[in-house]
């Protein structure tokens, strides 16, 4: 294996473009709404963690997802709003492989956590006399630690690949580092690169189906019965939101992949931050609102200083 030095600075190009009005602009939108998705999180993963009544597989696998989310936009947004207010977008090599081990793991642990979720909302509608049996403690423990150990084994897979070839490139077209990006810098690429992201796609896919057609069953069984459909509107909508929400947000993956020119340079940055932008942003929205013991915890937190 030939291993790369890590003196290389990259320079991240995604800003080239932009002028010192459109970063300020930029900037000003970013940062609150950096801090927004950190408190809209942080304050549901309060709410579920403090609160008994949401101490149920559905309420924990969301949490879950929440801290992804706040792993994934850490991993993000301190960097991209450093490039916005400084003109010399560099980043050196090793922060540059530090943040794609940290994007490839909230990104696969998004796609993850929803899998799993879908899971949850198969046997709670398809299945409801044996939720309880099947969802155990030790089930919803198992899961969530399935959930990390494989989006931090997917992580590492893919950013070693990157180690495993030298560099003759330090241009970065995106706002952010991930293996597909470091990829491109590499001289040389042979089969075991593609054996590796064929692996990578191959799982990603089957999540995807297996989404679908979990929730296919869903629909199907929502047929037959008033109170699934009432189940289904109420806990599976948001989830079905957030889903196809981050299958949006990886299409970008394939943009990296085969240097798709079709967008503009500008287009192209907006495209990649959506996953990392997007998603943490509305999930806790998406959930707060649709979930009625979310909804009516959030409401008595705001309207007990007026009752007093």
Known sequence: MENISSSHILTVTALNDWDWTSRILFFSFALPGYLLTIILNATLIMIIAFEKALHEPMYIFLCNLCINDLCGITGFYPRALTYLLTERNVISHEECIVQGLVIVIYATGEFTSLSVMA???????????????????????????????????????????????????????KLFCEHLSLLNLACKHDIFEGIVNGFIFIIMSFLFVFVLLSYLKIILACRKSKVSREKFFSTCIPHLISFLNTTCGLSDSLYTKFNID???????????????????????????????????????????????
């Open 262 to 308: 079709t967008l503009s340079h500008v287009e192209h940055t907006f495209l990649s931050i959506i996953i990392l932008t997007v998603p943490p942003f509305l999930n806790p929205l998406i959930y707060g609102i649709k979930l009625g013991p979310i909804r009516a915890k959030i409401l008595y937190i705001f309207q007990r200083p007026k009752i007093k």
């Open 119 to 173: 899971v949850d909302r198969y046997i709670a509608i398809c299945r409801p006399l044996h939720y309880h049996r099947i969802m155990s403690s030790f089930t919803v423990l198992s899961l969530v630690t399935f959930i990390w150990v494989f989006s931090c084994f997917v992580g590492l897979m893919a950013i070693s690949l990157t180690l495993k070839y030298p560099i003759c490139r330090h241009n970065i077209n």
